[in-house]
């Protein structure tokens, strides 16, 4: 019986235990999401904010100092209960990950988003450039005069190898 009780206990903690570790945290999200466009960015770029979370026709206001653009309103829509607003983020932004943070007037509903500025607005694909350093070196060297060298050693060895081949082939022994 004893046994039973700590079997069932034990799962039950274990249960208890898994999902609290295993729910969301949301932060101050209590109702709605934070929907930030584009969210990475470079200094001196418009970003749009927009947000169901304030419900139909509902006002907030925006707080984008962590960036440092300062505060914004939201605006409602027309469009799903949406309320949207714009800042700019300051040129003298530095790279990172900053957390936008809207609340709304009505209600005091709280909602965050994140931005991520980068300094480089270039998407390409960057390919390596130069030599690999193996050890081995490369079919040319910076040195014109080791490559001659290298060659010059080369034919002296393909003469002499051809050379031996012959005098082998007539017979003459080496």
């Known amino acids: 019986m004893r ?5 069932l206990t034990g799962t039950a903690l274990a249960v208890a235990t898994a999902g609290a570790v295993a729910a969301p945290a949301y932060g101050g999200d209590t109702g709605g999401r934070l929907e930030v466009f584009p969210s990475t960015v470079v ?9 169901t979370a304030c419900g139909d ?8 100092s962590a960036v440092g653009a300062g505060h914004f309103t939201l605006a409602p829509t027309t469009h799903e209960d949406e309320a949207i607003g714009r800042f700019r983020v300051p040129p003298s932004a530095q790279q990172g990950t900053y957390e936008i943070d809207v609340t709304c007037t009505e ?5 965050t988003g994140d931005l991520v500025v980068t300094l480089s607005s270039e998407r390409a694909q960057v390919y390596p450039r130069g030599s690999v350093k193996t050890g081995v070196g490369g079919a040319l060297g910076h040195d014109p005069g080791q490559t001659a060298a290298g060659v010059a ?7 002499g190898g051809t050379w031996l081949l012959h ?5 003459d022994g080496i």
């Open 153 to 159: 050693a080369l034919a002296v060895a393909a003469a």
């Open 43 to 51: 200094p001196g770029s418009d970003v749009t904010v927009d947000t």
């Open 3 to 7: 046994r039973t009780v700590r079997l």
């Open 107 to 111: 209600g005091g509903r709280w909602v």
């Open 57 to 64: 026709g509902g006002t907030a206001t925006g707080d984008a």
């Open 167 to 171: 005098r082998r082939a007539r017979g």
